[in-house]
Nanobody, 115 residues
Framework: QVQLVESGGGLVQAGGSLRLSCAAS????????MGWYRQAPGKQRELVAT???????NYADSVRGRFTISRDNAKNTVYLQMNSLKPEDTAVYYC?????????WGQGTQVTVSS
C-alpha cells in the first residue's frame, strides 16, 4: 500500500500562486509516475500534470506554461507550483502515484481562485 498526503491548497486571488505538496509513504519503492489531477464541481476528474521517476513531465494544455511539476525522489514527494492562477483552476486537487499496475490517490486538497 502507498499512502499519499497532500498539503498547500487554499484560497488565492486570480493571478496569484500556490504550491501543492504530496508526500508518499508505505511501499514507495517501485513508484513510477506521480502526478496531480483535479476535479471541479460537476465535472470529471482531469489530469493536470505528471512526472515519472526519470523526471519526464506531462502537462494538460490548460496549465502548460503556468504550472510546474517537480519531484524529490529522496523524499518521495511531488510538488505542483501553480502560478498565474485563474478562477477556472478552482477544483479539488488530487495527488496520484502509480506503482506497478495500481494507482493510489490522496484525499484531495481544495484550491479556490477568486476573481
Amino acid at each position: 500500500q502507498v499512502q499519499l498526503v497532500e498539503s498547500g491548497g487554499g484560497l488565492v486571488q486570480a493571478g496569484g500562486s500556490l504550491r501543492l505538496s504530496c508526500a508518499a509513504s508505505g511501499r514507495v519503492s517501485g513508484i513510477n509516475a506521480m502526478g496531480w489531477y483535479r476535479q471541479a464541481p460537476g465535472k470529471q476528474r482531469e489530469l493536470v500534470a505528471t512526472v515519472d521517476k526519470g523526471g519526464s513531465t506531462n502537462y494538460a494544455d490548460s496549465v502548460r506554461g503556468r504550472f510546474t511539476i517537480s519531484r524529490d525522489n529522496a523524499k518521495n514527494t511531488v510538488y505542483l507550483q501553480m502560478n498565474s492562477l485563474k478562477p477556472e483552476d478552482t477544483a479539488v486537487y488530487y495527488c496520484n502515484a502509480n506503482r506497478l499496475i495500481l494507482d493510489y490517490w490522496g484525499q484531495g486538497t481544495q484550491v479556490t481562485v477568486s476573481s
